[in-house]
């Protein structure tokens, strides 16, 4: 069986989860979701718990079961305390700053690049060299971090670039400094 599959989903205080056939609705503080599973999975919620049960053992609905599972979990947390993901930006004149709801970012080409959130995402700017991403959904909020990091890869030699705030850059030695 499933271990991730088979736990329970908690459902916090101040979010209400509504199962109609295979369509989940979950309604927090921070907003909402829904979304469609595949209709061989039986989700009930039972007192205070969300549960994902598999009817048979075959390949197909083993791989759905921790799937739907985490996703559910994912939407719960989400409208309850949200997802983020913060970026760091380094390298000599390398900046970021807001332009209205537009990400701007002065990354060593000739023109700025500017990046326009995805709808329900939140950017903040912290100085100039700190971006902080966040919204409800987990899927979209990294999708945009990976954009947006896409932009100008952190390199191994100075460590240039973009790079999330808890990412390692494995440094390199330059060729000059070997005899």
């Given at each position: 069986?499933?271990?991730?599959?088979?736990?329970?989903?908690?459902?916090?205080?101040?979010?209400?989860?509504?199962?109609?056939?295979?369509?989940?609705?979950?309604?927090?503080?921070?907003?909402?979701?829904?979304?469609?599973?595949?209709?061989?999975?039986?989700?009930?919620?039972?007192?205070?718990?969300?549960?994902?049960?598999?009817?048979?053992?075959?390949?197909?609905?083993?791989?759905?079961?921790?799937?739907?599972?985490?996703?559910?979990?994912?939407?719960?947390?989400?409208?309850?305390?949200?997802?983020?993901?913060?970026?760091?930006?380094?390298?000599?004149?390398?900046?970021?700053?807001?332009?209205?709801?537009?990400?701007?970012?002065n990354v060593g080409y000739s023109n700025p690049v500017v990046m326009v959130p995805t709808e329900g995402l939140t950017v903040e700017v912290a100085g100039t060299n700190k971006i902080t991403i966040s919204g409800t959904d987990k899927q979209v909020v990294g999708q945009f971090a990976a954009e947006v990091r896409k932009v100008r890869k952190p390199e191994p030699y100075k460590g240039k670039g973009i790079k999330y705030a808890d990412e390692v850059i494995i440094r390199k030695e330059g060729t000059a400094g070997k005899k």
């Open positions: 069986m499933s271990r991730i599959g088979k736990m329970p989903i908690v459902i916090p205080a101040g979010v209400e989860v509504q199962v109609e056939g295979n369509m989940v609705t979950v309604k927090g503080a921070k907003g909402s979701a829904s979304q469609a599973f595949n209709p061989a999975m039986n989700i009930k919620v039972e007192d205070n718990t969300i549960i994902v049960e598999r009817p048979t053992d075959n390949k197909e609905h083993r791989s759905m079961h921790g799937l739907t599972r985490t996703l559910i979990n994912n939407m719960v947390v989400g409208v309850s305390e949200g997802f983020k993901k913060e970026l760091e930006v380094n390298g000599v004149g390398y900046r970021a700053s807001m332009d209205g709801k537009n990400l701007v970012l």
